[in-house]
């Protein structure tokens, strides 16, 4: 269930079967995948600039710089999208196995989603502590409308329509499936990440190639799958594509204008390095057979760290006033290091609120998500019988 376990797992089990046991080499690598998204939202809100955090406290990582740290930090920015696309196709895995979508999944997912964002309403409206507008109260109420939480968003779409993915991937030869996987590669993966904006580019689009990339990993490339040595040759690739090749736009940004602010346009979500890094580290994960309890167990609050973390209230006026209160202290001297602590401290945090809202409001939740999904359920299927009996 979403209320006990985490939203990948949940999803990618709740076919009407008992729940395989959960190995805890793919649940430490969900973790890992947090710790860099978490890693992510850290570094970037030192990039954003607003009114009440702009100079000294905003570095500029788009731009070419002498700065070792700084150039780094650019390297971070292309966490979050590595973090996410581990956390996909670990869950994609296990989805090409659905037979079918409990939908009532994603009404607790949506339920979860609004209840925290909700409490993080309630909390800075009592303690007064920013002047909070109508647009940020708006948002708080409609957070996955807004998609607050793109990933959230973009997951339950997929989720609600993989099925019927799942069926025109089993009716596809091998070599239908391996075509379509090059074309959208070469234009999504390859022209698309070389120079961004073309063919109609949109996450959905490139969850769903993702999706049949590892379907085809996992239907035709067994022996690639458990291969360690093509897998760690594959991560090798993968962990230094990025990093070279921000090292070298930055280098000729400081020398040719024209490349100068494009230290950035590496770290997309449609990177092939890190498409690589992330295939190649599930498949290594998953030749672990081991369980452990405590990683089990962090690796369940996975949903509810995503949303506790990023919630957009916290994330524009109690982040950036903690870099501010940092700057003031200790400087940026050690950027590269204050970014990692304040990263995993936030981190921590996030499983400790995640923990106690478990242990308390979580079940109650999970409770009313099951009223609402009866009531929806019914209400759609009179008008879909209404509609059906239109000629």
Known sequence: MICGDN??????????????????????LKIIAML??????????????????GEPYVIDFKHATTNPQYVILAWFMSFGTQG????????????????????????????????????????????????????DVVKSFFPTVFAL?????????????????????QNCSQKQLLSFNLICLTLYFGINYVDSGHFFVN?????????????????????????????????????????????????LGLRIP????QLQRWCGNNSPFTLLTAVSLFNLFSRARFVNRGVNYVSSLSLLIYIIHENHLFRNYVRPDIWIWLHDRIGYGSILVADLLFALALFLCAVIAATVYKATIQKLVAAASIKLYKLLNSVFRKLTDSLLKLH
């Open 84 to 135: 996410n696309m581990i956390f996909f196709l670990c869950s994609a895995w296990f989805l090409l196995e659905s037979k079918r979508t409990d939908y009532s999944k994603i009404v607790r997912l949506l339920c979860d989603i609004w209840v925290v964002n909700v409490i993080f309403l309630i909390v800075f409206l009592v303690g007064g502590w920013y002047p909070l507008s109508m647009t």
């Open 203 to 251: 996450k959905l689009l490139v969850c769903t190639i993702l999706y049949c990339v590892i379907a085809y990993v996992k239907y035709y490339m067994p022996k690639y799958h458990m291969s360690i040595k093509a897998n760690l040759i594959g991560l090798l690739i993968g962990l230094l594509g990025t990093p070279i090749l921000i090292c070298v736009t930055n280098l």
């Open 149 to 169: 939480n793109w990933y959230l968003t973009c997951y339950i779409l997929f989720y609600s329509v993989h099925t019927w993915l799942n069926h025109i991937i």
């Open 36 to 53: 860099l998204i978490v890693t992510f939202h850290v570094t970037q809100t030192l990039s954003v600039q607003t009114s009440a955090f």
């Open 7 to 28: 939203m990948e797992h949940s999803f990618a089990t709740a076919q009407g079967k008992l729940k395989r046991p959960r190995l805890s080499s793919i649940e430490l």
């Open 258 to 261: 024209l490349l100068a602010g």
